[in-house]
């Protein structure tokens, strides 16, 4: 069974940067597709960003331009760089890896964003 772990989350001041990593317990074969996710209290989850093998690459308008996904195969993890963040990010960061095994879902990560 593959686990992901998220880190990286943390409280920000607005403006601020961060860098949520998500490393799976193990090389996942065939894998197609790679996204964050996040959810704020009393709402339902939202995709941030999700990168896929063939290279395309899409972003939630709210993040585009400040949010960048990218991924190191030899380390069988995957990144989001925040920069400009705002209060309305504030959330729970969660990744996904999607492949033909199986789709699999990190524990989460929280990120506040407050002065």
């Known amino acids: 069974q593959v686990q992901l772990v998220e880190s990286g989350g943390g409280l920000v001041q607005p403006g601020g940067s961060l860098r949520l990593s998500c490393a799976a317990s193990?090389?996942?074969?065939?894998?197609?597709?790679m996204g964050w996710y996040r959810q704020a209290p009393g709402k339902e989850r939202e995709l941030v960003a999700q990168?896929?093998?063939?290279?395309?690459?899409e972003y939630a308008d709210s993040v585009k331009g400040r949010f960048t996904i990218s991924g190191d195969n030899a380390k069988n993890t995957m990144y989001l760089q925040m920069n400009s963040l705002k209060p309305e990010d504030t959330a729970t960061y969660y990744c996904?890896?999607?492949?033909?095994?199986?789709?699999?879902w990190g524990q989460g990560t929280q990120v506040n964003v407050a002065s």
């Open positions: 996904k890896m999607g492949s033909f095994s199986g789709t699999y």
């Open positions: 990168s896929f093998s063939g290279g395309n690459t």
């Open positions: 193990r090389s996942i074969s065939r894998t197609y597709s």
